[in-house]
């Protein structure tokens, strides 16, 4: 920690048996602390951590709950470095789901906390967490503002063409069953980066960006605001990810529970925990040895990679009826960060389509992992520009919580 110390943000995404957390300068983005506390309330539960750039530590917490976990970060870690401590002046939560209620990162109250309860059945897996979250740091860190800041923010400027569903009213009007999208935060920041490769303000540009992780999900974003994106009514429509689905014929749900006798839950199961590329692969829901497979030639891996890469492609394409035209398209997230033999396909799928020229070179180079930090993987004569730029949504998380100070 040689920088100076002066007004930090402590950052929290929870997930149901997780806790990541970083402590940031939000001007610079420059990281303090980061570390993730996992396998919370069993026996394997542990918490590993590091200080800048330095070695990582690592502490088992067998059983420790959220609270714990947090408290464990203040008392056995924040307590050997009071600077560090008394440095953290606000708390952003990451929180997958807002439902209709919020377009904004917004300050938390006991109003907030029972209207992210509320949407629950949105975020079954996400949203319970995030509400363990923010009572055990607002019980850890009682002093200072915490701050919402919703994946599904963003993508509040969808128009209704984009977002209703073709089905009676009153399942929208009465329950909410509408396309909400996920990663707004991580879309958001890639507009904006893209806007300053781009050297342009990003109200003057249109992008598709590509956020593909284990969860993975393509957004038009035209002139700053999001006007489309591949999630639906959960994180399940869309594109192949890694255990999931993706988009499918609903009707897929009445054959299975007809021919086969299970039920909705059994087939939620399948398609949100045992399909995608695991499934597709028979290998693995990490892309890495699915890559190695394709390398080697194995056949189920190459047809679980180009069909990532082919649905990818395909909502790039319908992208361009949304935005009218396109600037550049952004890849990012684990796979997007780094592995270029997913660019490379769904770069040539629309190639002649769409006059996408990828610079081979630096499509290799840019890897997340060997230190890249961002830019154009496309040549100078390419008609569409292409970039991989890693994705920050700590950053955006702390600058918003930093804003309500």
């Keep these: 920690m040689s920088k100076n110390l002066s007004q930090t943000a402590l950052v929290i995404n929870c997930g149901s048996t997780s806790i990541k957390f970083a402590i940031m300068d939000a001007t610079d983005g420059h990281v303090f602390l980061s570390g993730i506390a996992e396998a919370l309330g069993l026996k394997e539960a542990f918490i590993s951590w590091r200080l800048g750039d330095g070695d990582k530590q690592k502490e088992q917490i067998s059983g420790y709950d959220h609270g714990q976990a947090l408290k464990f970060l203040v008392d056995n870690i ?213 890559c190695e497979g394709y390398e080697n030639g194995d056949e189920k891996c190459t047809l679980a990679l180009d069909m990532f890469c082919y649905r990818l492609a395909k909502f790039i394409g319908s992208y361009y009826v949304a935005l009218g035209h396109v600037d550049a398209i952004v890849f990012a997230g684990g796979i997007g960060e780094n592995c270029w033999e997913a660019r490379k396909i769904t770069c040539d799928y629309i190639k002649e389509s769409l006059g996408v020229d990828l610079d081979e070179e630096l499509n290799l180079k840019a890897l997340a992992r060997l230190g890249y930090e961002g830019g154009f993987i496309s040549t100078d004569k390419s008609k569409l520009k292409v970039l991989m730029i890693p994705t920050n949504e700590e950053l955006v998380i702390a600058r918003s919580a930093m804003s309500f100070l």
Excluded: W
Aim: proline content about 6%; hydrophobic content about 40%; aromatic content about 8%.
């Design 78 to 290: 924040l307590s050997q470095h009071q600077d560090l401590l008394k440095s953290i002046v606000t708390c952003g939560h990451r929180i997958v789901h807002g439902g209709e209620f919020y377009s904004q990162p917004t300050l938390i109250d006991d109003e907030v906390v029972a209207n992210i309860e509320k949407v629950i059945p949105f975020a079954p897996l996400h949203n319970p967490a995030h509400i363990l979250g923010i009572k055990a740091a607002r019980d850890s860190f009682p002093n200072i503002p915490h701050v919402a800041v919703f994946d599904t923010a963003f993508h509040q400027t969808m128009p209704p063409v984009a977002y209703r569903f073709a089905i009676p009213e009153e399942y929208y009007r009465d329950i909410g069953i509408r396309r909400y999208g996920a990663h707004g935060t991580s879309h958001m920041y890639l507009s904006q980066q893209a806007a300053k490769y781009l050297g342009k303000n990003v109200e003057d540009i249109n992008v598709i960006t590509c956020h593909l992780g284990g969860g993975a999900s393509v957004c038009a974003v035209k002139n700053g605001k999001c006007i489309d994106t591949s999630m639906g009514l959960t994180p399940l429509d869309g594109l192949v990810m890694a255990t999931r689905t993706g988009s499918i014929d609903p009707s897929v749900v009445f054959f299975l529970c007809d021919r086969l006798n299970m039920t909705p839950d059994q087939v939620k199961e399948v398609f949100n925990k045992k399909s995608g590329l695991l499934a597709l692969s028979g290998v693995s829901s990490d892309m890495r040895p699915i």
